[in-house]
């Protein structure tokens, strides 16, 4: 690093539902490129900012969560102030830092680095349907009803939706002790623009190139329909103690379960009530008019964050009541095409089990064969000598 240059560390601490997933896949995926660029990702993989997250909010000692995460935060710093460009540390899951570990976290980075802090930020009509999807990926077994019931009867901010959706409370606890120039809010163009757009206004602030990223990327977290979240909230009871979270629930339901088989699936898109989207609409301009007396850089527009009340949504009946739920026949229906496609995913593991457990007996049984076969799997030029081999061995009366 040259003689008193500082790195810029951008700290991209939320909010969860606010297209995160979609600019860390591009980012990840393209890590090579973001550092030819100038800019790091630090840490081994993706996972290492999650771990990271539980270490600022002090989870990193609880033993159910793994014991990397224990001093990870400290390491991502080291990495991030050796660096002499821009830096990335990103999880939506900072968003639920109480200020005092906010402004611990900030501090270790702050006397070495020019800090700054982002937040991408949706509007609440959206983010609310999200939000309840992901605590039913997260082993809820509250019904979308007495979510939104949930969510209105927080008037003191309390709940773990406000926490992390309040934007402006996001900022203020994680921008207190920075210039209100490097408190950036980066808001999510409404539903049906062009997704590249938040990659733009995203990749912009960073100072990287958007046009030199592929964003044609398989999407990830998608949203489920009513049917099948309400499948998965009723496993949910069903599983009782098995399968904890922390612990196997994430591997084996949210990302077996939920995203490789009930996502895909058509289903009635999630909406709320009228007098439930003017409630979010109404907090949702409250939010914006205190993010505006903040100060913070808007990337984007306030606006945005203001959702419109009453529209039509495709596929949805508007006199129906957005909270029923599906009916016995349809969970049926959508139960027996589930167990398909987890007996389908279950056969696909399988043969990779068997592929592996024959992989690892050739080459215990048979370690010459076994390097030529994986060489000239790898080195097209090695073929040759595999043939040379297999005649050899021919000659030889197959010994």
């Known amino acids: 690093m040259a003689a008193g240059q500082r790195p810029r560390v951008f700290l991209h601490v939320g909010s969860p539902k606010t297209g995160t997933?979609?600019?860390?896949?591009v980012l990840w995926s393209q890590r090579t490129t973001a550092a030819e660029q100038g800019l790091l990702l630090p840490g081994e993989r993706f996972?290492?900012?999650?771990?990271?997250?539980?270490?600022?909010?002090g989870l990193a000692e609880d033993p159910s969560y793994p014991v990397e995460a224990r001093g990870m935060w400290a390491r991502l710093v080291r990495e991030s102030l050796a660096w002499d460009g821009t830096v990335?540390?990103?999880?939506e899951l900072f968003a639920g830092a109480s200020a005092e570990q906010a402004r611990r976290a900030i501090a270790s980075?702050?006397?070495?680095?020019?800090?700054?802090?982002v937040v991408t930020a949706r509007d609440h009509v959206r983010q609310i349907a999200a939000e309840w999807q992901e605590h039913v990926k997260h082993r809820s077994a509250t019904t979308f009803g007495s979510f939104v019931r949930g969510v209105r009867d927080d008037k003191a901010g309390k709940s773990w939706f406000w926490q992390v959706q309040d934007y402006a409370g996001v900022l203020e606890r994680w921008g207190a002790d920075l210039p209100p120039e490097h408190v950036h809010l980066v808001t999510v163009p409404p539903s049906g623009a062009d997704p590249t757009i938040l990659w733009d206004r995203f990749a912009q602030l960073l100072g990287v190139d958007p046009a030199a990223f592929d964003t044609e990327l398989e999407r990830s977290n998608s949203s489920l329909g009513a049917e099948q979240a309400e499948l998965l909230r009723?496993?949910?009871?069903?599983?009782?103690?098995?399968?904890?979270?922390?612990?196997?629930?994430?591997?084996v339901v949210k990302n077996v379960l939920a995203h490789r088989i009930l996502e895909p699936r058509?289903?009635?898109?999630?909406?709320?009530?009228?007098?439930?989207?003017q409630y979010a609409a109404d907090a949702a301009r409250g939010i914006a008019d205190r993010l505006a007396a903040m100060g913070a850089d808007v990337v984007g527009d306030l606006d945005e964050l203001v959702p419109e009340v009453g529209g039509a949504v495709d596929g949805v009946d508007p006199a129906a009541d957005p909270y029923a739920v599906p009916s016995d026949a349809v969970l049926l229906e959508e139960s027996v095409a589930t167990?398909?496609?987890?007996?389908?995913?279950?056969?696909?593991?399988?043969?990779?089990?068997?592929?592996?457990d024959d992989l690892t007996q050739t080459a215990r049984q048979k370690p010459v064969r076994f390097a030529l076969v994986q060489a000239a799997e790898h080195r097209p030029a090695l073929r040759k000598l595999r043939g040379a081999y297999r005649r050899l061995k021919a000659r030889r009366g197959g010994r």
């Open 109 to 117: 980075l702050s006397e070495k680095a020019e800090v700054h802090v």
């Open 21 to 25: 997933t979609f600019l860390q896949d």
């Open 234 to 251: 009723r496993v949910n009871l069903e599983l009782g103690d098995r399968l904890p979270l922390p612990g196997p629930y994430p591997l």
């Open 88 to 91: 990335l540390l990103s999880h």
């Open 266 to 277: 058509a289903g009635t898109r999630l909406t709320l009530a009228v007098e439930d989207q």
């Open 47 to 57: 996972h290492d900012h999650f771990l990271a997250t539980l270490d600022v909010r």
């Open 339 to 356: 167990i398909a496609d987890l007996l389908a995913v279950l056969n696909e593991r399988r043969s990779a089990v068997q592929r592996a």
